[in-house]
């Protein structure tokens, strides 16, 4: 795991940007394991603007989203088929058949969340998997007691993420009570891993995850297996780290970072 710390959420935002652009320029058909929430909303407008101005072409990209809610419609404004739509696929111009969600609406959840991971495997796997950071540690929705090696599946939000998203519902108790969720095992095996972190209140999460022992309590710790794993954080996130010497010291000398420097 890398690591990288950035002063301001801005430039947090912008290099994690940056990164995936540059593997949609290295790939034009890369698979983009996509995540949701306040934090990805301003890495997709960034994105968005690339692609206005700098001509950057999703054209080809397919793209799987970790997660959804059980029973909210695509055209339900609270469904993260709706955020993705919004946020990133109209804006990017992804066509509608490259981008894959669970079906939270599905009659059968077993058999779609079965379905997608066949769907990931067709494609040949994810290259690149964006991941947020839940309150409670969660990546997708992998809820504390996730399985380090579990699959796509229906899961039971916990009480901290009901309070973490409810607002967003404005009537908190119109938050669906389950998801459907890529498991930590499905998110392990992308070939490369790409973690945003910013703000004050994910500080003690984020040492937690990094730092911290590998516990299916937070599964973002599960992180630490994985072989090509980034994590960018603003300096208000990286706040309750111990090694941010060496974190900067990697970011301002090791080769690979200087193009982003
Ligand atoms: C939701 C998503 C997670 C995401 C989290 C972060 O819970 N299921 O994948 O990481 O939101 O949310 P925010 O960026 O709003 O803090």
Not at 32 to 37: F, N, P, S, V
Not at 41 to 49: D, M, N, W
Not at 191 to 199: K, P, S
């Amino acid at each position: 795991m890398e690591i990288i710390l950035q002063p301001s959420a801005e430039r947090a935002v912008g290099l994690t940007a940056q990164l995936i652009a540059k593997s949609v320029r290295e790939n034009p058909r890369l698979a983009l394991g996509l995540a949701t929430g306040r934090t990805m909303e301003a890495v997709y407008a960034r994105l968005a603007r690339m692609h206005r101005e700098d001509a950057l072409d999703f054209r080809k990209v397919r793209t799987f989203n970790l997660d959804e809610y059980v029973g909210l419609p695509a055209d339900d404004p609270h469904s993260y088929r709706h955020y993705m739509t919004r946020h990133f696929f109209e804006p990017v111009g992804i066509p509608a058949h490259h981008t894959f969600l669970p079906d939270g609406m599905a009659q059968d959840l077993d058999a779609e969340c079965r379905a997608y991971e066949e769907k990931i495997k067709a494609l040949g796997g994810i290259d690149l998997q964006l991941l947020g950071i839940g309150n409670d540690g969660h990546i997708g929705f992998n809820e504390p007691l996730s399985a380090l090696m579990s699959r796509t599946r229906p899961k039971a939000l916990s009480p901290e993420t009901l309070a973490q998203n409810g607002p967003l519902f404005g009537d908190p108790t119109r938050m669906p009570r389950r998801a459907l969720t890529m498991g930590v095992g499905t998110i392990l095996e992308s070939r490369r891993a790409l973690m945003l972190v910013t703000g004050a209140a994910k500080a003690d999460i984020l040492a937690q995850a990094v730092e911290g022992p590998i516990t299916s309590m937070i599964s973002a710790t599960a992180l630490q297996l994985h072989p090509h794993c980034v994590v960018i954080a603003d300096e208000a996130a990286a706040a309750e780290l111990r090694g941010t010497a060496y974190y900067r010291r990697v970011f301002e000398t090791e080769p690979e970072w200087a193009e982003f420097r």
